[in-house]
Structures are given as C-alpha cells and as structure tokens.
C-alpha cells in the first residue's frame, strides 16, 4: 500500500473509567473491545471501544502524578486527549513534524506495532501520535492497541460512524494549518466556512473558542431521538442533538 493517513483513534481522558465508559457503551450502543494492562506502567488504566472502524478510547489516571492527571487539572476535565493517525511510515511524519517545530515525545515499538507519539504544547489542542502495524493497512486488520478481536465488538445498530472531530481555538484558521502541517492535509473551507482538514475517514473543523481544545465529536447514528433520549436517561443535558460527556460534546446527526 503506497502513502496514507487515516484517523485511527480517539482518546479522551475521565478522573474515572467506569461510569464514563459505561455510559458512553449505553447511550451510544457501543461495546467495550479491549482493557490494555500495558497502560499501568503509565499509572493508567483504559477501555476502547470500536466506533466502525475508529477507536474510542477512555483512560483515567490510576495515581497521582501522570501526564493524564496533569491534563485534567490543566483544562478542568475539558476536551479530548489524544488524535491518533495511522499511516505507511510513523518515523517520516515525525520527521515532517520536527522539521516545523513539533518535538517528538516518545517513540514506541511493540512489533508489529510501531508508534510516534509529538509533544502536545508543540502539537497545540491535543497530542498527536502517527502509527504503522504490520498487515494493519486495511481498515479491518490488526490493531495491537485495540486488542487482538476488536473487529468482533463493532456494533451498529445505533452508532453507525465517528465521522468528525470539532477543535476550539482562539485562532481557528492557524489551528488548522498548524495541524495541516503535521499531518500533512492541506486546510480548506467547508459550506459553513469554518477551517477543516479533510482526511479519508473522517473530517476535522475548527471553530472559534476561548481555549485551544478538542471540543467534540461528530457521529452519525440510526437514530437522533432515541441516541438523545439515552442521554437524557442517564443524567445529561441535551442541547439540540449534542451533549457532553468525559470532557467533550457528543454531536449526533442522522
């Protein structure tokens, strides 16, 4: 397979897993594909659940002092952790970074697994991490992170895609060439003329805000009402067809 970069993973990050990634399986018809023991060494402990094919991960701080709890207290439980891209080659678009001012983090190889995670303050909103898996070009192969029989937990009956990501910023437009940039998707504008990188599976906007975050997350569903009326249920505010949840706001549409 010649050159790509697809949205692989979303990562948000809770001061408690379970509520949060019960509620997130209920309302959203989603079911938990994995429990990664690795991330203790982190002082974490995680859940992901496959939206399609994207990854929707949860982790929350197991002891004091991680880079997780450091973010929390940061932001105030506001917006989204992590954007995580796989493509051909982690190490070249680490390089691509580096050579605009984005320091590399942590490396990580776990074979087949190869990882190259960016600074954050560099990266600006979230961290970013570009990764390869060995046979994991197709959309449906392996996947370590997500355990070795995720493809089995994908459920759409009433989430049928993540197909966004909403980023806040100050400076929306210099967000998005910044992150353009990275990962090397030139900005455009979309029908609502909000700056927006277009990737093959998924779409990121940038809208205007007092703070640079991952604001929310856009999915498509069956149904709106009955997604809506879940979340009334479980104790959230509803506002039009969104509401928030572990620190960013669920978009629902049809």
Same mark, same amino acid.
């Given at each position: 397979m010649? /050159?790509?970069?697809?949205?692989?993973?979303?990562?948000?990050?809770a001061?408690? =897993?379970?509520?949060?990634?019960?509620?997130? @399986? $209920?309302?959203?018809?989603?079911?938990?594909?994995?429990?990664?023991?690795n991330v203790?060494?982190? #002082?974490?402990?995680?859940a992901?659940?496959?939206? %399609?094919?994207?990854?929707?991960?949860?982790?929350?701080?197991?002891?004091?002092?991680?880079?997780?709890?450091?973010?929390l207290?940061?932001?105030?439980?506001?917006?989204?952790?992590?954007?995580? *891209?796989?493509?051909? $080659?982690?190490? /070249?678009? #680490?390089?691509?970074?580096?050579?605009i001012?984005?320091r590399?983090?942590?490396v990580?190889?776990? @074979?087949?697994?190869?990882?190259?995670?960016?600074?954050?303050?560099?990266?600006?909103?979230?961290?970013?991490?570009?990764?390869?898996? %060995?046979?994991? $070009?197709?959309?449906?192969?392996?996947?370590?992170?997500?355990?070795?029989?995720?493809?089995?937990?994908i459920?759409?009956?009433?989430t049928?895609?993540?197909? !966004?990501?909403?980023?806040?910023?100050?400076?929306?437009?210099?967000?998005?060439?910044?992150? !353009?940039?990275?990962?090397?998707?030139?900005?455009?504008?979309? $029908?609502?003329?909000?700056?927006?990188?277009? =990737?093959?599976? /998924?779409?990121? +906007?940038?809208?205007? !805000?007092?703070s640079?975050?991952?604001?929310?997350?856009?999915?498509?569903? +069956?149904?709106?009402?009955?997604?809506?009326?879940?979340?009334?249920?479980?104790?959230?505010?509803?506002?039009? %067809?969104? *509401?928030?949840? @572990?620190?960013?706001?669920?978009?629902?549409?049809?």
């Open positions: 010649g /050159a790509y970069v697809r949205l692989r993973q979303i990562c948000l990050v001061p408690q =897993l379970e509520p949060v990634i019960a509620d997130i @399986a $209920d309302i959203m018809g989603l079911r938990v594909c994995y429990r990664d023991g203790a060494k982190y #002082g974490l402990v995680n992901l659940l496959p939206v %399609d094919t994207i990854l929707l991960e949860v982790v929350s701080p197991s002891r004091e002092g991680t880079a997780a709890g450091r973010f207290d940061r932001t105030a439980g506001r917006g989204g952790y992590m954007a995580i *891209f796989c493509c051909d $080659d982690p190490d /070249a678009y #680490g390089k691509r970074a580096n050579a001012g984005v590399t983090a942590n990580m190889t776990h @074979a087949p697994y190869h990882g190259v995670q960016l600074h954050p303050r560099d990266c600006r909103a979230a961290f970013i991490e570009f990764n390869h898996t %060995d046979g994991g $070009d197709d959309v449906l192969g392996p996947y370590p992170p997500a355990g070795p029989d995720w493809q089995n937990a459920r759409k009956d009433v049928q895609a993540l197909v !966004g990501v909403e980023m806040q910023s100050p400076d929306p437009k210099g967000l998005a060439e910044h992150w !353009g940039g990275i990962i090397g998707v030139e900005a455009s504008t979309n $029908d609502r003329g909000e700056a927006e990188l277009k =990737l093959p599976n /998924a779409d990121f +906007r940038f809208v205007e !805000g007092d640079e975050i991952m604001s929310g997350l856009m999915f498509r569903v +069956r149904d709106v009402g009955a997604v809506r009326d879940a979340a009334k249920v479980k104790g959230y505010t509803v506002s039009d %067809d969104s *509401f928030s949840l @572990a620190g960013v706001v669920f978009h629902l549409t049809a």
